[in-house]
């Protein structure tokens, strides 16, 4: 009798010890499973890198959407029109680096993109040896004032807004012209390019992280 | 081996023990619920109770906390992380070209051409990008045409549904208002859909005593999810510089009252709520806006001294 009541109490004493043993393996098992699923951080938005131009709008122009655009370059010899489209439309047709006179085009759509679909990063680099020589120059005033009507009648016309790229160094020739475009209140942006001429343009969710909006 | 009593109850109770540990922090980790059916009208007495007792500022908060939010996004994919949108990589290599391509024709082209075996999700986001590019032009009529398409599809997102409103007020100008009030509704975590909201009311002439009694207090609801949504006062600041042009909108003023308060600068908004009471003359809105200001200076009159320090 003594013999069996001892058995009761040690099975009693096993039963428990199993719950507690299998209970405390479900919930270390569980734990780590909860830690590995929200280790994950939910960060708002997400942390980029700037290595591209900052080509932020001025934030006065608050349009529902963005503005048509177009990019000029400037160098010593004056302003070309930059006819970037002729370099990106070559892509459809499956050229790796389109080139034209005016520079080529190295464009990446991620495939890890996980917001919007029209995300891409695309690097021009502008042979701006080739663009100088069918610069227009703005050296005078009559030539600035001519070149900022047209930016102007373009803007109010067709809603285009300027992008200036600026050749490193060219700053010094720019100037009259910038404040020539201030003065007629006209939108534009501008950015100095890297010393090889190079830009490079991205869309993406971090163009959204403030309200400086960067576009196409 | 025989099963014995202590087996099965150690199982129950560490199945119960695991259900629970596995079930609570699941439910909380679920991803952005969807937004809660648009609010029944709200009055302007209404909601200036429910902006004294915070629960204004409560629910604009939940709103704003949204995981994977990114308020200024253009689409409701930018702003939203929506994995039941997809497209496959060599289209969507073709869709970023469209985006880069900067002449609106080669940009038409270059979309039109995706729609053709595009998944009903795929098509919609084409129809937005189309529309979006007509309103670049000035073309609100193709913008019109290419949202009645993307109206056409099922199961969007009521986040993604407030970018066809959205785009629709853009395209229609003349129910800007009702438009913009829908793409709110539809997701009240975009900032442009909220501040366009709130220029589009400063700038509606009221032709009812109702209509202004129901704008001015969706202008507030707009104002205060804003003020959780800016990163930065300097975002508000913008907004109250894009109304100034107003000044003869009770609307805007009350606006920019608010804008005052919400950016800590309590003695300036309390100022300026009794200079607006005062010069307050009769027009449609006046007893709306009045009842507004008067609440506003009363609130403001209540708050500690603590909350008033250090303003400028």
């Not at chain 1, 990106?88 to 006179?101: C, K, L, R, Y």
């Not at chain 2, 009903?120 to 009529?141: F, K, M, P, Q, V």
Request: with cysteine; hydrophobic share 40%; aromatic share 6%.
């Amino acid at each position: 009798m003594i013999t069996g009541a001892d058995t009761e109490v040690t099975d009693a004493e096993t039963g428990f010890l199993d719950v507690a043993a299998n209970a405390l393996a479900v919930i270390i098992l569980v734990t780590m499973v909860v830690l590995i699923i929200s280790g994950v951080p939910q960060v708002r938005g997400e942390v980029t890198e700037e290595t591209e131009l900052d080509l932020s709008f001025p934030p006065p122009l608050e349009t529902v959407t963005t503005p048509l655009a177009a990019y000029y370059a400037v160098t010593p010899e004056g302003v070309t029109k930059l006819d970037l489209d002729a370099m990106t439309s070559q892509v459809n047709d499956g050229v790796a680096i389109p080139e034209t006179d005016q520079g080529n085009l190295a464009v990446r759509v991620s495939r890890s993109a996980y917001r919007d679909f029209n995300e891409y990063s695309a690097e021009f680099r502008l042979n701006l040896e080739n663009i100088s020589k069918t610069a227009t120059p703005v050296d005078t005033r009559e030539q600035r004032s001519e070149f900022v009507e047209m930016i102007s009648n373009r803007f109010d016309n067709q809603g285009i807004v300027p992008t200036f790229l600026i050749q490193r160094g060219s700053a010094a020739d720019y100037a009259p012209l910038y404040w020539g475009l201030r003065k007629a209140d006209a939108v534009l942006r501008w950015a100095v390019l890297n010393p090889n001429g190079e830009i490079r343009i991205r869309h993406h969710v971090g163009s959204f992280s403030t309200r400086e909006r960067r576009w196409q | 081996m025989a099963i014995r009593r202590t087996d099965i109850i150690s199982a129950i109770v560490a199945f119960a023990i695991s259900g629970t540990c596995f079930l609570l922090p699941v439910s909380t980790l679920g991803g952005w619920e969807s937004p809660e059916p648009p609010r029944p009208q709200p009055t302007l007495k209404r909601t200036l109770e429910e902006l004294n007792d915070d629960s204004l500022d409560e629910a604009a908060d939940e709103v704003a906390k949204r995981p994977s939010l990114e308020t200024a996004g253009d689409t409701c994919l930018m702003r939203y992380r929506l994995l039941d949108f997809s497209m496959s990589q060599d289209r969507r290599e073709k869709f970023g070209i469209a985006a880069l391509l900067i002449n609106p024709r080669k940009k038409r082209a270059q979309l039109e051409g995706l729609l053709e075996g595009a998944t009903s999700y795929e098509a919609w986001r084409i129809h937005i990008a189309l529309a979006r590019l007509a309103l670049r032009t000035g073309d609100n009529s193709q913008a019109n045409r290419q949202l009645d398409k993307a109206e056409g599809f099922d199961d969007i997102p009521d986040v993604c549904r407030s970018d066809v409103a959205f785009l629709r007020a853009a395209a229609s100008p003349q129910n800007a208002v009702e438009n913009l009030l829908v793409a709110r509704a539809l997701d009240p975590g975009s900032w442009q859909a909220n501040a366009q909201l709130a220029k589009a009311i400063v700038e509606h002439r009221p032709r009812t005593t109702e209509e202004c009694d129901r704008l001015t207090s969706e202008l507030i609801v707009a104002l205060v999810q804003m003020s959780h949504l800016a990163a930065r006062d300097v975002d508000l600041g913008y907004l109250m510089r894009s109304v100034e042009q107003n000044p003869n909108s009770g609307q805007a003023a009350l606006l920019e009252g608010m804008i005052l308060e919400r950016t800590g600068q309590f003695g300036a908004a309390m100022n300026f709520y009794k200079q607006e009471l005062e010069a307050n003359s009769a027009y449609l809105c006046a007893t709306a806006i009045d009842f507004a200001l008067e609440d506003r200076i009363a609130a403001l009159s209540r708050k500690p001294l603590s909350n008033t320090l250090g303003e400028n």
